[in-house]
């Protein structure tokens, strides 16, 4: 069945450093891939999404290239803030109607200054 | 900005006893789902709602769970007799079209602590 693997947490980094998440996926046909952030408090939301191979998700400086071959869906920011402190989740959907996303375990980050 | 909200936020309950956890959906979303993530693991799904029925569910969501949308605005999870593995933070979400590639708008959660 369709799954979702996320480098294990916690991360924790300076303000400024570069941030990789890994993630992979196992799925049949073409799924469409999420990253979702959870900021403390707070519910999850969408930080950015790809439908398609080759396609790059953006938000708020973080990106994500869905990438058949190697089956991947790596989060990255060039410069993270103190702000990005957040548990990050890679997500897997379906294209069939109405079925539901598939999560990972979700990372933490905690960023330092 | 609409969103998703839940109640309680938190709530602790005895073994055996029966526990209903709400959630109000954005007012225009038709998809609802309940996901659960139990401390230091995945979040998973439990069950997907559309058209007042249930559209998919998963393994955990047995005899023992329901869902039901009374009054066209609240989305409720009702756990029966709840069991010590049932601890932990329930999700609603929602979402305008059936996940394929929408998004899903998710509440704040309800913590469930069983004892």
């Known amino acids: 069945g369709n799954s979702v693997t996320q480098m294990e947490g916690p991360v924790t980094l300076s303000e400024e450093a570069f941030l990789t998440i890994n993630c992979t996926y196992t799925?049949?046909?073409?799924?469409?891939l999420f990253w979702y952030v959870q900021y403390p408090g707070e519910g999850l939301q969408l930080l950015l999404k790809?439908?398609?191979?080759?396609d790059k998700g953006s938000n708020k400086g973080f990106e994500a290239t869905y990438r058949k071959e190697t089956t991947s869906f790596h989060l990255e920011k060039g410069s993270v803030q103190v702000s990005d402190s957040a548990v990050y989740f890679c997500?897997?959907?379906?294209?069939?109607?109405?079925?539901?996303?598939?999560f990972g375990k979700g990372t933490t980050l905690s960023v330092s200054s | 900005e609409p969103e998703v909200t839940q109640t309680p936020s938190h709530q602790v309950t005895q073994m055996g006893q029966e526990v209903i956890l709400r959630c109000v959906p954005i007012?225009?979303?038709?998809?609802f789902y309940w996901y659960r993530q139990i401390l230091g693991q995945k979040v998973e799904f439990l069950v997907s709602?559309?058209?007042?029925?249930?559209?998919?569910k998963s393994e955990i969501f047995d005899d023992q769970f329901s869902v039901e949308r009374p009054d066209g605005s609240n989305f409720t999870l009702k756990i029966r007799s709840t069991k010590l593995e049932d601890s932990a933070m329930y999700f609603c979400?929602?979402?305008?079209?059936?996940?394929?590639?929408?998004?899903?708008?998710f509440g704040e959660g309800s913590r469930l602590t069983v004892l």
């Open positions: 790809a439908t398609k191979a080759d």
């Open positions: 709602f559309y058209n007042n029925e249930i559209s998919e």
């Open positions: 007012s225009n979303h038709l998809y």
């Open positions: 799925a049949t046909g073409y799924p469409s």
């Open positions: 997500a897997l959907g379906s294209n069939q109607a109405g079925t539901a996303l598939i």
């Open positions: 979400a929602s979402s305008v079209q059936a996940l394929n590639t929408g998004e899903l708008f």
